[in-house]
């Protein structure tokens, strides 16, 4: 492997310490140098007026089959992102067994992708074989783990199940797993009770790994569902992580600077409580995350037959009508919808929609959610500005995009994909100031990755995996936006992945330098 050299650079190195000028060296994958360097080099690469800094690790994404397709990774590797962890919001495709299998298969098969594992370290063996550019980490998601063992019912574990499903989760840890998500807000994770999640959550402790939750409830609910999730870590001890921290509903902005409060007293009183943050202000998921958790009991396939009934079709419109007044439907953007007759609506309200086919909100998104077979996506507007930067801000934070690698142009898709790392660079910290520069490094390498538990990434020093990005502090900024999403950021000169070029001069070149990385092996 080529021996490169970084020189003249301004490095900040991930620790949130001040910058200093200098360079660094690569070599065989490895970080061999830093300072003011005279050796000879392959490669000599003037970055006079740049920022060298870690590759910056995306601690929330959901490119779990991403790089099965396409191993470009593309949208991440323009942001400088160089590690994916995916398995977030209690969504994974391992482990998949039994009825988690059968809808696995279902909805790969319409990617074009074959089902050719079951356990979680198969389906890392085959991310290891797709040859991605990024690194991958993978959680267990809860809700795929319960899929495998209790299917798709609204009902408990029995104690055999719950037995079954710490035994398949201990052995995800064994093959490598940081860790397991959930997603309080989809079913079937939530139906999830405590005394399940702890158990769970006992096994992970275990193993070092954390519980990473997409909460039960991000609006009128904030402080509780804190108070649930921080539950978990105080009677077992896991490390928690509350994904995605937010507050929806204009009622309830400024809520997040009571959770964040609370959370920092935990953390006082020995609780490893941490959270990330995506810096926009709109959310986005399925369109059928809106209907009631009860819909979605027995899963979608059912879901979907029992809307045909009238009397199921009115208690879900009902209870649509309770949680989402007409105001409402105007901030929620239909972002993707299948081939078809209402492929039109993408990039369109549910208001709007709902005016063209003469319905009332309610019934335009069941319709849309029947249409699509349930694979019609949003983009939600319900947070602000000013929470988005205190949450942001506090030290307890750190960045995740929320979003996956994209390569393919289709749909509306949410503009985190496309421009997370760079916005925090360019908007919040330079032209806003939420942040010194090196602490927005900061909460995008060495944070994530001591979060994680890798301990020779993360951060630029010597006998550190050579992930590092370059970018110009004065340009970098992103550029997609909600209505114009398909459009790289400027400013990210060079990525560096396991001591390989994957970017250069801001243009990506076909690499695939990537590794699958393993909890306690990495």
Excluded at 96 to 102: E, F, L, P, R, T
Excluded at 205 to 234: C, F, P, W
Excluded at 348 to 376: C, F, K, N, P
Excluded at 382 to 401: A, F, H, K, T, W
Aim: net charge negative; charged share 25%.
């Amino acid at each position: 492997m080529a021996t490169i050299l970084f020189k003249n650079g301004k490095i900040v190195d991930g620790t949130g310490s001040p910058f200093f000028y200098g360079d660094v060296l690569i070599k065989d994958g490895i970080i061999k140098g830093m300072g003011k360097i005279n050796k000879k080099a392959d490669q000599v690469i003037d970055v006079q007026g740049k920022v060298i800094a870690p590759g910056f690790i995306d601690i929330h994404t959901h490119s779990d089959t991403v790089y099965l397709l396409n191993n470009l990774g593309k949208s991440k590797i323009e942001q400088g992102v160089t590690t994916e962890v995916l398995g977030n919001c209690g969504f994974a495709v391992a482990p998949a067994y039994g009825v988690a299998a059968n809808d696995l298969e279902d909805s790969l098969r319409k990617k074009g992708i074959e089902l050719s594992w079951a356990s979680f370290g198969e389906y890392l063996e085959a991310l290891e074989k797709a040859r991605p550019a990024a690194n991958l980490a993978g959680l267990v998601g809860h809700g795929t783990l319960r899929k495998s063992v209790v299917g798709n019912d609204e009902r408990e574990a029995t104690p055999q199940e719950l037995k079954e499903m710490e035994k398949i989760l201990g052995e995800c840890h064994e093959e490598g797993a940081f860790g397991f998500s959930s997603g309080l807000l989809y079913a079937p994770s939530c139906y999830g009770n405590k005394e399940e999640f702890a158990a769970l959550a006992k096994i992970t402790a275990k193993y070092g790994g954390i519980y990473a939750t997409h909460m039960r409830n991000e609006s009128d609910r904030l402080l509780e569902s804190v108070q649930e999730s921080a539950e978990v870590g105080q009677k077992t001890g896991v490390a928690v992580q509350v994904s995605h921290h937010k507050v929806g509903g204009e009622k309830n902005w400024g809520a997040v600077k009571e959770t964040l409060s609370y959370m920092q007293e935990l953390r006082q009183n020995g609780l490893d409580i941490t959270c990330d943050v995506y810096p926009y202000i709109a959310t986005s998921t399925s369109l059928s995350a809106l209907l009631p958790s009860w819909a979605h009991n027995g899963g979608t396939r059912k879901m979907l037959g029992n809307l045909k009934n009238e009397d199921f079709y009115c208690k879900v419109r009902e209870g649509l009508n309770r949680s989402e007044s007409e105001q409402e439907f105007e901030k929620i953007m239909v972002s993707f919808l299948p081939e078809g007759k209402n492929k039109k609506f993408e990039g369109q309200r549910i208001s709007e929609i709902a005016t063209e086919l003469g319905m009332h909100g309610s019934d335009a998104l069941i319709y849309l959610v029947m249409e699509s077979e349930a694979e019609a996506a949003m983009i939600r507007f319900g947070m602000c500005e000013e929470d988005v930067q205190e949450v942001l801000r506090n030290p307890l934070s750190m960045v995740g995009s929320d979003g996956s690698a994209i390569t393919d142009r289709e749909g509306r898709p949410h503009p985190r994909n496309f421009g997370t790392f760079p916005r925090v660079l360019g908007f919040y910290s330079r032209e806003q100031g939420t942040f010194t520069l090196e602490e927005a490094v900061y909460k995008m390498s060495g944070m994530p990755a001591w979060r994680l538990g890798l301990w020779k990434r993360g951060l630029l020093r010597e006998g550190f995996a050579a992930d590092i990005t370059v970018f110009d502090p004065e340009v970098v900024v992103d550029r997609s936006t909600f209505t114009e999403p398909f459009q790289s950021p400027v400013g990210i000169d060079y990525v560096m992945v396991n001591g390989e070029l994957v970017l250069i001069n801001g243009k990506q070149v076909e690499s695939f330098p990537g590794q699958i990385l393993k909890r306690g092996r990495t």
